[in-house]
């Protein structure tokens, strides 16, 4: 009787174990999908005309050479990414190669 006991607790044990180990991987993977999904800003955002937000950087007259969103502190897209989050931006992205008024150079 103890032996069965012994074994459900194993199993049980088992699926426990790997529900704590699968959360955190299911919860980045999950992040990453709802980044990349977002929309992009569009030109005619409140938020994006009062910052002079622009695809393109290199458009952009009062940028500092060398600073888009790829480098900036707000940006939340993965190194390497196309487009991302920003923390100005809620639930939409940014493109990469974009830029705003708020850009402040990422210190990591
Ligand atoms: S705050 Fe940074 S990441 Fe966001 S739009 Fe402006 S430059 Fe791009």
Known sequence: MNEVIDEVRRG?????TLGVVLIPVAGAALKTAVAA????????????????YTTDASKATDAKPGSKCANCALYQGAA?????????????????????????AKTT
């Open 80 to 104: 390497g990414s196309s487009q991302g989050g920003c923390l100005l931006f809620p639930g939409k992205s940014v493109m990469a190669s974009g830029w705003c008024m708020s850009w402040a």
């Open 37 to 52: 999904d977002a929309p992009l800003v569009t030109a005619d955002d409140p938020t994006a005309k009062a910052l002079k």
């Open 12 to 16: 049980l044990l088992k699926k426990v």
